[in-house]
């Protein structure tokens, strides 16, 4: 319990309301002993009064009741504002302000506000958190985690009320029930890592089945972005069923750790949309500049505003309080308010001292008292002071950190103790914990006199009791730094020593890692002949694994550093070889991992230059490569290094193969395997070998490069590696490369086969979702697209990219993304503004993790759908607002620039066909004309080469090369039974040598693929193709069922312009065009029979007007 619990007795209503259980530095006088205070000479700081702060109160509060009901607001009046938007404050002041004093009253205001409301008696949730000075000593996400510890306990206890039960059972099952935080999901698991606080809320959201017990462990170290998925799944779960918004508080930020910066960045950012939630950040204004990254996320948040009306964001200045203020809280605290001008004099001096900080006003005061200036006389029962302005001010000290050491020297050594050992750590301590710290120098204190300390430190105005955390925090953190400097500089080496040790033995578990994070940061910051140099580059290291399971490679890097730094300054790099070793070993991938490549090179060097043997260089020669590879992007050059290193460990792989070279690399490969199918390989062991992990890089060179003979060798030479040592987690990803090189000699069979091993070898490293989902996407965009159809895959590579995104591996994240859109639009699915937003979603979170070259394709495919749904003078052209293709293509270089007019050409020249725009379609044709008729990918490819072909045979092109081509790579693909490539086959047909036979084959094959897209088209050219043998009654009937189709498609620019040409539409009915095309002997898709009103083109040409009106003012 708190030593003083202010109970609603105290509510006093009016103009400054009422504090709540204070926790903070404008009311922290929270002592015992309330009756005698006055004859003990100690001033008594009002406790029930929030002085000047009536305005900033009113601001939050109309913050948090904007949006919601006349009846959940304290006046009825509601502002306009989206359902659940979330609202941002940025608070700002100088230290000792009294931020945290305001918000705490203020959530003391709703809550009070909110047991008055009759329809409801659902609380306010609202959890805290605060950073210190030291929060770089402490775990990652410190302030966070104590934030969670809060919800976890509010969370997870029982409530005395109905209302508050039924809405603790939704969260709760709501959690259990999440596909990302049930039972030994991905996002459970990351959360019981990174934030072990929450073990108790998780483990309380799971039915009462040993079953649905949590695993330890499994799916290797969390990524950031699996950290922000899961923190934002959690609170959205949470804030959800809440009627009013979920109040999270931060405090301190200018102290945060980067990781707490970079998650608080995802959460305010558009990308996670939260809803419902109050976010009060709150800094130092004089501490945070334009550097800084907090003022980065700051205007992030206002840029974003711009577009995103689900945020609302205030940014509010706190300053100090007026002299008139000062001179009532003056009084107030002596026993004069009824003769308040009688403290004039005194609190003008104080003013002067202090400028209206209301912190340092009541160190002030108290000095005045500890030195006799001010004093309670025992005659008169009133405070006195008998000198003169001038000796008062002389008397208060000008830096408010030595007046507290001033009043901390006065106390008794045990406290004085206590309170040095508290400043050194930097999380709130329970009471067996600070008794072990305690322990020092045959000094032995027991719990409860621990306790009893604590207790007279919060009489003295130095602690405070935090209800939220049950323990005993610092008022203000002028006291921490004050009890900080305490210490004699003789002692303090000794005494972070002893801290450090005790923190290294309490540390027992998940939710005591955090003093390992403290003990090495103690030890990393004391002298090199103060420790042992070995064993704590060791600790760092031990840290550093934490740090990285928890997903924070930056902390990661930070400590190998630390311990790296710690050998070099003693002069005992390389003493300990396998010490010195294994730490650099473990420097290189995680710099290069952050693309921190001249440390990661510094590191390689280092090794390379003492390492005694080849293995011991291995992973130092691999990084070299990769280093190189991912910081030039110079794959020749790349190619030519990974081949040399394979060759340094024994693999002989010439650089430039020869025909016989590939040949005998084949044979060998065959006897490898025996004859048997390389399903075989599904019966080789798992083995962990980093070698896997430099094929696979070097493979993926030779992709880029092309070179065929190379990439044959390496893989086949691979494959013996596995059958003669094991399989590597890399191997399954590289051996699907094998069937794309098959695919891209049109090998159809093949690559199949190899397609569906590689994802029987899959299964056994699901748990590496990186691995998994990356190999999968290459499975399906390039391999399963052969045979299986567009429509049956899409869903996959759209979990594909979510699981890849959710790890962190945001290039692959990207690709798997282009695969998914250009599948959807391969497979006919309908147009409209929310195939629109997820492009543009996908394309803000491109640029947002720099990945601009494949934010540039969403651009463009968001341009080729709203060309298809927005009447416009230049369909073929792009040049809208999405996307303007002149202005990118200048703005790149002449690689990039050809790989982009490549994809967008692809799109354009359907464009062109669509409309019929004949000029557009020859342009697009000399230019894709010069580029291979082969891709990896095949959800680029297939649309490329199918209107490439469709288009030369519409034209016909100058260079019949070009259709036939075409025409061939699908036929080949029909004949292997591709579901795909037939209506694309048949429809080429049909534009080569138009028939009604050839025509009615192409409709039939459109619709049994269902894609409804190339079926508009078709039954369009059919209808032309009549009109030219003089059938104007089937040709119309054909003419009137594509304008329903492409309707349906939802290319409403395309209906549009055929109204135009075809006047005889506007009398045409959806019943009556499907009556007379069945009649002629075709019969309508699935997706057109399920619609049966009757309704005319001049009301549809309506309801696509109000559609793209409606898109456009959203």
Same mark, same amino acid.
């Given at each position: 319990m708190p030593p003083n619990d202010c109970g609603d007795d105290h509510y006093v209503a009016g103009?400054?309301?009422?504090?709540?259980?204070?926790?903070?530095?404008?009311?922290?006088?929270?002592?015992?002993?309330?009756?005698?205070?006055?004859?003990?000479?100690?001033?008594?700081?009002?406790?029930?009064?929030?002085?000047?702060?009536?305005?900033?109160?009113?601001?939050?509060?109309?913050?948090?009741?904007?949006?919601?009901? @006349?009846?959940?607001?304290?006046?009825?009046?509601?502002?306009?504002?989206?359902?659940?938007?979330?609202?941002?404050?940025?608070?700002?002041?100088?230290?000792?302000?009294g931020k945290s004093a305001l918000v705490k009253e203020f959530v003391k205001q709703v809550q009070a506000q909110q047991k008055m409301n009759k329809s409801s008696s659902e609380s306010v949730l609202h959890f805290s958190g605060k950073y210190s000075e030291q929060s770089s000593a402490a775990a990652p996400f410190s302030a966070i985690s104590d934030l969670f510890s809060q919800m976890t306990h509010a969370l997870s206890r029982k409530k005395s009320d109905k209302e508050g039960n039924e809405l603790q059972s939704k969260i709760l099952n709501d959690i259990g029930s999440s596909g990302l935080l049930a039972a030994n999901a991905d996002g459970d698991r990351v959360l019981r890592g990174t934030f072990p606080v929450l073990a108790a809320l998780l483990d309380a959201s799971r039915p009462n089945d040993s079953n649905n017990k949590s695993e330890e462990g499994g799916g290797g170290a969390p990524s950031m972005n699996a950290v922000k998925e899961s923190v934002h799944e959690l609170l959205s779960i949470i804030s959800g069923p809440l009627k009013r918004p979920l109040i999270l508080f931060l405090d301190d930020l200018q102290w945060a750790d980067a990781p707490s910066l970079d998650l608080l960045s995802f959460l305010l950012s558009t990308d996670a949309q939260m809803k419902n939630v109050m976010f009060i950040c709150a800094y130092r204004s004089n501490e945070v500049g334009q550097d800084h990254p907090f003022a980065s996320i700051m205007d992030n948040v206002k840029e974003s505003m711009k577009d995103d009306v689900q945020l609302v964001e205030t940014v509010m200045d706190l300053f100090s309080l007026s002299q008139d203020v000062i001179t009532h809280f003056i009084a107030d605290s002596i026993g004069k308010e009824e003769e308040v001008e009688e403290v004039t004099e005194l609190a003008e001096v104080v003013y002067q001292k202090t400028m209206g900080n209301i912190f340092c006003v009541m160190q002030a005061m108290e000095e005045l008292v500890r030195k006799n200036a001010l004093y309670y006389d025992m005659m008169c029962f009133e405070w006195r002071w008998a000198v003169s302005k001038v000796e008062l001010s002389t008397t208060i000290s000008d830096d408010v950190v030595e007046t507290v050491k001033g009043k901390i020297k006065e106390l008794s050594s045990e406290i004085q103790h206590m309170l040095i050992v508290m400043a050194y750590v930097p999380n709130t301590l329970e009471v067996p914990v600070l008794t072990e710290l305690m322990k020092r120098n045959s000094v032995s204190l027991d719990e409860s006199r621990v306790a009893e300390l604590l207790k007279k430190a919060t009489e003295e105005a130095l602690l405070m009791y935090s209800a939220e955390s049950d323990n005993y925090i610092f008022i203000?953190?002028?006291? %921490?730094?004050?009890? %900080?400097?305490?210490?004699a500089d003789e002692d303090k080496d000794d005494l972070l020593l002893h801290l450090s040790l005790v923190l290294q033995k309490l540390a027992k578990g998940p939710e005591t890692e955090w003093c390992l994070f403290v003990a090495v940061d103690l030890l990393n910051s004391l002298p090199s002949e103060k420790t042992n140099c070995n064993d704590l580059a060791r600790l760092n290291m031990r840290v550093s694994v934490i740090a990285r399971?928890?997903?924070?490679?930056?902390?990661?890097?930070?400590?190998?550093?630390?311990?790296?730094?710690?050998?070099?300054? @003693?002069?005992?790099?390389?003493?300990?070889?396998?010490?010195?070793?294994?730490?650099?070993?473990?420097?290189?991938?995680?710099?290069?991992?952050?693309?921190?490549?001249?440390e990661a090179t510094a590191a390689i060097d280092e090794v390379l230059a003492n390492g005694k043997t080849l293995d011991d260089k291995f992973?130092?020669?691999?990084?070299?490569?990769?280093?190189?590879?991912?910081?030039? %992007?110079?794959?020749?050059?790349?190619?030519?290094?990974?081949?040399?290193?394979?060759?340094?460990?024994?693999?002989?792989?010439?650089?430039?193969?020869?025909?016989?070279?590939?040949?005998?690399?084949?044979?060998?490969?065959?006897?490898?395997?025996?004859?048997?199918?390389? @399903?075989?390989?599904?019966?080789?062991?798992?083995?962990?070998?980093?070698?896997?992990?430099?094929?696979?890089?070097?493979?993926?060179?030779?992709?880029?490069?092309?070179?065929? %003979?190379?990439?044959?060798?390496?893989?086949?030479?691979?494959?013996?590696?596995?059958?003669?040592d094991g399989m590597g987690k890399e191997f399954p990803c590289t051996f699907a490369i094998l069937g794309v090189l098959m695919q891209k000699k049109g090998k159809v069979q093949a690559s199949t086969e190899i397609g569906n091993v590689t994802l029987l070898l899959l299964e056994k490293f699901k748990s590496d979702k990186i691995i998994y989902a990356r190999t999968k996407?290459?499975?399906?965009?390039?391999?399963?697209?052969?045979?299986?159809?567009?429509?049956?895959?899409?869903?996959?590579?759209?979990?594909?990219?979510?699981?890849?995104?959710?790890?962190?591996?945001?290039?692959?994240?990207?690709g798997a993304a282009i695969g998914y859109f250009c599948s959807y639009l391969s497979a006919g699915f309908p147009l409209g503004p929310l195939l629109e937003s997820k492009l543009q979603i996908v394309e803000e979170y491109g640029y947002r993790y720099d990945k601009g070259s494949f934010a540039v394709l969403f651009k463009m495919l968001r341009q080729f759908a709203i060309n298809l749904r927005q009447r416009s003078d230049n369909p073929s052209e792009f040049n809208g607002d999405a996307y303007n293709e002149e202005d990118t293509l200048n703005g790149m270089n002449e690689q990039k620039s050809k790989m982009m007019l490549r994809d967008s050409g692809a799109y354009r020249i359907q464009l062109a066909f669509i409309f019929g725009d004949r000029e557009c379609m020859t342009s697009m044709l000399d230019i894709l004309s010069t580029y291979p008729y082969t891709f990896h990918d095949v959800t680029r490819l297939h649309p490329r080469l199918c209107f490439m072909g469709l288009s030369a045979f519409a034209v016909k092109y100058k260079n019949k090369e070009v259709g036939e081509k075409c025409l061939e790579y699908f036929q080949k693909l029909t004949k292997a039974g591709s579901l795909n490539a037939k209506p694309v086959y048949l429809f080429m047909l049909a534009m080569k040598k138009p028939s009604k036979s050839a025509f009615e084959s192409a409709i039939d094959a459109t619709k049994e693929a269902s894609t409804l897209h190339l079926e508009a088209m078709v039954k369009e050219h059919y209808g032309l193709y009549l009109q030219q043998q003089n059938e104007d009654k089937l040709a119309n009937d054909c003419l009137a069922s594509s304008y329903f189709s492409y309707y349906d498609w939802g290319a409403h620019s395309k209906a549009l312009r055929m109204t135009q040409q075809y006047h005889f539409l506007a009398k045409t009915s959806r019943i009556k065009a499907k009556s007379l095309f069945s009649a002629s002997g075709c019969t309508e898709t699935s997706s057109q029979s399920q619609s049966?009103?009757?309704? @005319?083109?001049?009301?549809?040409?309506?309801?696509?007007?109000?559609?793209?009106s409606t898109f456009r003012s959203k």
């Amino acid at each position: 319990m708190p030593p003083n619990d202010c109970g609603d007795d105290h509510y006093v209503a009016g103009a400054h309301g009422t504090v709540a259980e204070q926790t903070d530095e404008a009311y922290y006088d929270d002592r015992s002993d309330a009756d005698d205070d006055m004859e003990k000479g100690r001033i008594k700081f009002p406790q029930n009064k929030l002085y000047g702060r009536d305005r900033e109160l009113e601001t939050l509060r109309n913050i948090f009741y904007q949006g919601l009901s @006349s009846e959940e607001t304290q006046d009825g009046c509601v502002v306009e504002m989206p359902e659940q938007a979330s609202r941002v404050v940025f608070l700002s002041g100088y230290s000792g302000v009294g931020k945290s004093a305001l918000v705490k009253e203020f959530v003391k205001q709703v809550q009070a506000q909110q047991k008055m409301n009759k329809s409801s008696s659902e609380s306010v949730l609202h959890f805290s958190g605060k950073y210190s000075e030291q929060s770089s000593a402490a775990a990652p996400f410190s302030a966070i985690s104590d934030l969670f510890s809060q919800m976890t306990h509010a969370l997870s206890r029982k409530k005395s009320d109905k209302e508050g039960n039924e809405l603790q059972s939704k969260i709760l099952n709501d959690i259990g029930s999440s596909g990302l935080l049930a039972a030994n999901a991905d996002g459970d698991r990351v959360l019981r890592g990174t934030f072990p606080v929450l073990a108790a809320l998780l483990d309380a959201s799971r039915p009462n089945d040993s079953n649905n017990k949590s695993e330890e462990g499994g799916g290797g170290a969390p990524s950031m972005n699996a950290v922000k998925e899961s923190v934002h799944e959690l609170l959205s779960i949470i804030s959800g069923p809440l009627k009013r918004p979920l109040i999270l508080f931060l405090d301190d930020l200018q102290w945060a750790d980067a990781p707490s910066l970079d998650l608080l960045s995802f959460l305010l950012s558009t990308d996670a949309q939260m809803k419902n939630v109050m976010f009060i950040c709150a800094y130092r204004s004089n501490e945070v500049g334009q550097d800084h990254p907090f003022a980065s996320i700051m205007d992030n948040v206002k840029e974003s505003m711009k577009d995103d009306v689900q945020l609302v964001e205030t940014v509010m200045d706190l300053f100090s309080l007026s002299q008139d203020v000062i001179t009532h809280f003056i009084a107030d605290s002596i026993g004069k308010e009824e003769e308040v001008e009688e403290v004039t004099e005194l609190a003008e001096v104080v003013y002067q001292k202090t400028m209206g900080n209301i912190f340092c006003v009541m160190q002030a005061m108290e000095e005045l008292v500890r030195k006799n200036a001010l004093y309670y006389d025992m005659m008169c029962f009133e405070w006195r002071w008998a000198v003169s302005k001038v000796e008062l001010s002389t008397t208060i000290s000008d830096d408010v950190v030595e007046t507290v050491k001033g009043k901390i020297k006065e106390l008794s050594s045990e406290i004085q103790h206590m309170l040095i050992v508290m400043a050194y750590v930097p999380n709130t301590l329970e009471v067996p914990v600070l008794t072990e710290l305690m322990k020092r120098n045959s000094v032995s204190l027991d719990e409860s006199r621990v306790a009893e300390l604590l207790k007279k430190a919060t009489e003295e105005a130095l602690l405070m009791y935090s209800a939220e955390s049950d323990n005993y925090i610092f008022i203000h953190d002028r006291i %921490r730094e004050a009890s %900080r400097g305490s210490i004699a500089d003789e002692d303090k080496d000794d005494l972070l020593l002893h801290l450090s040790l005790v923190l290294q033995k309490l540390a027992k578990g998940p939710e005591t890692e955090w003093c390992l994070f403290v003990a090495v940061d103690l030890l990393n910051s004391l002298p090199s002949e103060k420790t042992n140099c070995n064993d704590l580059a060791r600790l760092n290291m031990r840290v550093s694994v934490i740090a990285r399971n928890r997903g924070i490679v930056e902390k990661q890097s930070e400590l190998l550093h630390e311990g790296l730094q710690c050998l070099k300054s @003693s002069g005992k790099l390389w003493e300990d070889y396998n010490l010195t070793l294994s730490l650099l070993n473990d420097v290189i991938p995680c710099d290069r991992e952050l693309g921190c490549f001249d440390e990661a090179t510094a590191a390689i060097d280092e090794v390379l230059a003492n390492g005694k043997t080849l293995d011991d260089k291995f992973i130092a020669n691999v990084n070299q490569f990769m280093v190189k590879c991912d910081s030039s %992007r110079d794959y020749g050059t790349a190619i030519e290094d990974g081949i040399k290193i394979l060759n340094m460990y024994g693999y002989k792989i010439p650089l430039k193969p020869t025909k016989a070279d590939v040949v005998k690399e084949e044979m060998k490969a065959k006897m490898a395997l025996k004859n048997r199918p390389y @399903s075989c390989l599904a019966e080789i062991p798992v083995k962990d070998d980093p070698i896997f992990q430099l094929f696979a890089h070097v493979c993926e060179c030779a992709i880029f490069q092309s070179h065929e %003979r190379l990439l044959t060798v390496l893989l086949k030479r691979l494959i013996r590696r596995v059958i003669d040592d094991g399989m590597g987690k890399e191997f399954p990803c590289t051996f699907a490369i094998l069937g794309v090189l098959m695919q891209k000699k049109g090998k159809v069979q093949a690559s199949t086969e190899i397609g569906n091993v590689t994802l029987l070898l899959l299964e056994k490293f699901k748990s590496d979702k990186i691995i998994y989902a990356r190999t999968k996407m290459i499975v399906i965009a390039t391999l399963g697209f052969q045979l299986q159809s567009f429509r049956s895959q899409v869903d996959a590579l759209l979990h594909c990219h979510k699981d890849l995104k959710f790890v962190g591996s945001i290039e692959n994240a990207m690709g798997a993304a282009i695969g998914y859109f250009c599948s959807y639009l391969s497979a006919g699915f309908p147009l409209g503004p929310l195939l629109e937003s997820k492009l543009q979603i996908v394309e803000e979170y491109g640029y947002r993790y720099d990945k601009g070259s494949f934010a540039v394709l969403f651009k463009m495919l968001r341009q080729f759908a709203i060309n298809l749904r927005q009447r416009s003078d230049n369909p073929s052209e792009f040049n809208g607002d999405a996307y303007n293709e002149e202005d990118t293509l200048n703005g790149m270089n002449e690689q990039k620039s050809k790989m982009m007019l490549r994809d967008s050409g692809a799109y354009r020249i359907q464009l062109a066909f669509i409309f019929g725009d004949r000029e557009c379609m020859t342009s697009m044709l000399d230019i894709l004309s010069t580029y291979p008729y082969t891709f990896h990918d095949v959800t680029r490819l297939h649309p490329r080469l199918c209107f490439m072909g469709l288009s030369a045979f519409a034209v016909k092109y100058k260079n019949k090369e070009v259709g036939e081509k075409c025409l061939e790579y699908f036929q080949k693909l029909t004949k292997a039974g591709s579901l795909n490539a037939k209506p694309v086959y048949l429809f080429m047909l049909a534009m080569k040598k138009p028939s009604k036979s050839a025509f009615e084959s192409a409709i039939d094959a459109t619709k049994e693929a269902s894609t409804l897209h190339l079926e508009a088209m078709v039954k369009e050219h059919y209808g032309l193709y009549l009109q030219q043998q003089n059938e104007d009654k089937l040709a119309n009937d054909c003419l009137a069922s594509s304008y329903f189709s492409y309707y349906d498609w939802g290319a409403h620019s395309k209906a549009l312009r055929m109204t135009q040409q075809y006047h005889f539409l506007a009398k045409t009915s959806r019943i009556k065009a499907k009556s007379l095309f069945s009649a002629s002997g075709c019969t309508e898709t699935s997706s057109q029979s399920q619609s049966v009103e009757k309704y @005319s083109v001049s009301s549809t040409r309506r309801v696509s007007y109000v559609y793209n009106s409606t898109f456009r003012s959203k």
